[in-house]
């Protein structure tokens, strides 16, 4: 008896450490797929569920990705349940880049839910952190949405001043 009680929790010790293994294997490639296939890393990422998850840090990244591949697929949510474990996680860490995009994704959210001073709020937490995060494209897409903002709501220098920054980064992307 004793034997097989030692087999069955060898069993089980080895299946949770390949499932963490296939768990981070499946994050990384939805992440390098992201931009240039984001279907694909949707798909992916519907594989997977937060019960698949032990450490707060995974949870936190697949929330982001997984909020990221339903923007980027022009999925619509509305909740903000998904995205806040990403914000929450990442507002305390050094990782700036995850910390600028779950500020964004969560004023995506916002603002599909047409909670548009949240969603502003939450837009300029991500700016905040612009000049850390180094990469043109991403600030672009911030100063668009933000621009698309001021526009509804009539701030039309706002509005201006947003597209153009939103203008100036995407050039320096190679972007149009």
Known sequence: MKN????LLLLLAFTA?????????????????MNEHP????????????????????RARYALLHSQALDKNYIDVTSDSLISV???????EDDVRSKFLS????????ANGER??????SFLE?????????DAYLIGLLYMQLGYIYKDYYDYSKSLEAF???????????KD
């Open 116 to 121: 548009y001073a949240k969603a502003v709020l």
């Open 4 to 7: 097989i009680l030692s087999i």
């Open 86 to 92: 990403a914000v929450d996680y990442y507002k305390d």
């Open 164 to 174: 153009k920054l939103a203008s100036l980064n995407y050039k320096k992307a190679g």
């Open 39 to 58: 279907d694909s890393a949707l798909n992916l990422l519907r594989t997977l569920t937060f019960d698949d998850f032990r450490k707060e840090k995974n």
């Open 17 to 33: 450490c390949s499932d963490k293994k296939a768990v981070t294997d499946v994050l990384n490639r939805a992440e390098a797929v």
């Open 126 to 134: 991500s700016e905040k952190l612009c000049k850390e995060i180094d």
């Open 103 to 110: 500020y964004y994704y969560l004023g995506r959210v916002h």
